[in-house]
């Protein structure tokens, strides 16, 4: 397996590698007469301070001038006029010249590098063609001591840029080896929520990302928790209509032909019950599992149609609806739906003849708040907080129902990120109330 680890800091050596060679080939173009004549100390100067010496102070002073030179730097000048005359004498020897002379069309080597510089002095106006010769030995060394502190800048800069692509190789690896591991842990379902919290501290694309897995991570445990725990309970709760159901098949079986057309109806009761708790328990287990995306919903107009039904199904009792006009927001009109219906059900269970159940919506900052009130009994305090878990239902309860109508209004109301609050009105009665935000949070 190719490492990015190794892929990121070669990429990073292999461009720093490119850019001290381009350096270093730089360097060499760049050693030419014009980088010579401005860098040497012997030369860079030299033009202008002889003209000096010679227009203001004569010939002698000029050519005491470029003996110093020779001494110094061991470079021999030459100068000449517009016309190819020497100026002064210079510090050429006879010899010399005449050497260079036998070896001018020669292929080996010469001694010495020579150089041209053409010099007009601002003062007089005259030009100089000014001719040195330095020996090659000479200007190694000195090339060797002017290159001294560029070579050693360009080792600190390769120390400084290795320094600086470790850490960010490093920066970029380990973000990614944590959400590896955490990726791992999902997968065997020993994932702790903090195991990435320092890296979702982080305000980069890896503190997002770890943000989101966060995210993910919780709800996926939360599914599965749930999921087990709707296994259990649903396990315990279809034994009692399977137990009844056994009961009425063994008298069945043992009573007489006009008896047992007596224990039919018992049989196709049992028998409904059953199918309306595994109805209820499979619309529990889809409101997690509901993956359409969120979609405008018109809360007036679903609110009507659920008081309509309401009314249809129990037309001896009174249904109020006051709503806010246009309250609108984002979700899952089936599971509003669903919950707003179950809510208007369990109240019209408890509430008594002659009041009216009384349903509200309207808009709180960014949020829809829905709540529907009866005037029944209410539930003893001590229950509250048990309320909406599934197949919880509280004592002394003789309604029909199988506990699982707040649990799934409950459900849909978290699908959407709201909450739903379960109370004892102040003045009587039940109090539900769904708080919806306005719109879905992404990763819901």
Known sequence: MRSLFWRILASFWLA?????????????????????????????????????HYEQEGEESAQMFLERRRERFKIDVQVLDDSGEAVVPGTFPRRAAAFEARQHND???????????????????ETYLLIYRIPHPELDAWHRESLLWPLSALGIALVVLTLFSLLVTLSITRPLSRLRGAVHDLGQASYQQNSLARLAARRDEFGVLAKDFNKMGARLQSLIGSQRQLLRDVSHELR?????????????????????????????????????????????????????????????????????????????????????????????????ERAVDN?????????????????????????????????????????????????FRAPGQEAAGHGLGLAIARKAVERHGGSLVLENHPQGGFLARM???LAVEIGS
């Open 107 to 125: 292929q080996r080597r010469l001694p010495w590098r020579r150089l041209t510089e053409e010099y007009t002095s601002p003062e007089s106006g």
């Open 240 to 336: 009692s209509p399977l137990a009844r159901l056994r009961i009425a098949l063994a008298l069945a079986e043992r009573a007489e032909a006009d008896q047992r057309q007596a224990l039919w109806p018992r049989l196709t009761r049992e028998c409904d019950r059953l199918e309306d708790l595994i109805s209820e328990i499979l619309t529990l287990a889809r409101v997690d599992a509901e993956q359409a995306h969120a979609e405008p919903v018109d809360l007036n107009a679903l609110l009507g149609s659920v008081r309509k039904d309401a009314q249809l199904s129990a037309p001896e009792q009174e249904v109020k609806l006051e709503a806010q006009p246009g309250l609108t927001l984002q979700g899952w009109p089936t599971l509003i």
């Open 435 to 437: 708080e919806l935000p």
């Open 16 to 52: 720093i590698t490119l850019v001290a060679g381009l350096s270093i080939l730089l360097g060499h173009m760049l050693n030419q007469d014009a980088w010579i004549l401005s860098r040497h100390p012997g030369l860079n100067t030299l033009a202008s301070h002889w003209a000096k």
């Open 343 to 391: 809510l208007l059900r369990n109240a019209l269970r408890f509430n008594p003849p002659g009041q009216p159940i009384e349903v509200r919506a309207e808009r709180e900052q960014d949020r829809i708040v829905v709540s529907v009130r009866d005037h029944g009994p209410g539930v003893a305090a001590e229950h509250l907080a048990q309320l909406g878990e599934p197949f």
